[in-house]
């Protein structure tokens, strides 16, 4: 389950953050992987999913 939530982030970043594509393959790749981890933790939180990405 969560994979498939990491991955479905993944998607809405690239829908909610369309200037994403502009950016050089290394700076698109650590933004997507940011914003990706912070949405699965928040969306995880929201559905009582426990997500290992961000936790410490």
Same mark, same amino acid.
């Given at each position: 389950m &969560?994979?498939? &939530?990491y991955e479905a982030c993944h998607a809405a970043? &690239?829908?909610c953050v369309?200037?994403?594509d502009d950016l /050089? +393959? /290394?700076e698109h790749t650590a933004l /997507? +992987?940011?914003?990706a981890r912070l949405l699965e933790? +928040?969306?995880? /939180? &929201?559905i009582g999913l426990f997500a290992h990405s961000l936790r410490v």
């Open positions: &969560l994979n498939f &939530l970043v &690239l829908r369309p200037w994403i /050089d +393959e /290394d /997507d +992987e940011v914003l933790t +928040e969306v995880a /939180d &929201l």
